[in-house]
């Protein structure tokens, strides 16, 4: 257990529907990643925040957007869903925010978009 | 721009087959190379980082090493419990540096 914790596991939603990730990161972890994985592209970087503020954006779509609160916990917002959106989203939380450590990732939120 | 590139993509070994996995990289400005296992359906698990080139790394059967322009994952006498998909990633200096860029992974099947 990486303590790190994703709800839900299993999301399965319609086209142009709006869903929200949520994740709880390690305690004592101040950054939070969000990961998108598909069968092609791998892991691919979305976006991450320190403390509550944002501090890097990879591929995220403009349909994407994410926040962090002040308990440090992290919401996932997609809206107006595709099916090319279903994927396993990953979040994952570090202690600090542009050093070297290691990110501990939760165990997934599977989408599924029909 | 990061990428990392893992080969083989899939590599079957029959139990006590020692082997090696690839991750050949470029990034501006090495922060750290990262060594993952996922089971399927898991989220990755963290296993190793690596800094710098010459820096070994060893837990159980595996040992990681570092290069300039690669990583190895050396896998010793492996069992059935081995199997996974190995990932690496690396965390560069350059624009975007917080973040880590992973190649595909390396499926990994240890027969009995």
């Known amino acids: 257990d990486s303590g790190v914790t994703q709800t839900p596991k299993h999301l399965i939603t319609a086209t142009g529907q709006r869903v929200t990730l949520r994740c709880s990161p390690r305690s004592g972890d101040l950054s939070v990643y969000w990961y998108q994985q598909s069968l092609d592209q791998g892991l691919q970087f979305l976006i991450q925040?320190?403390?509550?503020?944002?501090?890097a954006k990879g591929n995220i779509l403009e349909r994407f957007s994410a926040q962090q609160f002040p308990d440090l916990h992290s919401e996932l917002n997609l809206s107006s869903l595709e099916l090319g959106d279903s994927a396993l989203y990953f979040c994952?939380?570090?202690?600090?925010?542009?050093?070297?450590?290691?990110?501990?990732f939760g165990q997934g939120t599977r989408l599924t978009v029909v | 721009e990061d990428q990392v590139t893992q080969s083989p993509e899939a590599l079957r070994l029959q139990e006590g087959e020692s082997s090696s996995l690839n991750c050949s990289y470029t990034v501006s400005g090495l922060r750290g190379l990262f060594w993952y296992r996922q089971d399927p359906g898991k989220g990755p698990e963290f296993l190793f980082t690596?800094?710098?080139a010459g820096e070994e790394k060893e837990k159980e059967r595996l040992k990681a090493t570092l290069t300039k322009k690669e990583s190895f994952l050396h896998i010793t006498a492996p069992k059935p419990e081995d199997s996974a998909t190995y990932l690496c990633?690396?965390?560069?200096?350059?624009?975007?540096?917080?973040?880590?860029?992973f190649g595909k992974g390396t499926k990994l099947s240890v027969i009995p």
């Open positions: 925040y320190y403390n509550g503020e944002e501090r």
């Open positions: 990633a690396v965390q560069g200096s350059g624009a975007g540096s917080y973040q880590l860029t």
């Open positions: 690596l800094y710098s």
């Open positions: 994952a939380s570090s202690v600090a925010g542009a050093s070297n450590t290691e990110a501990f």
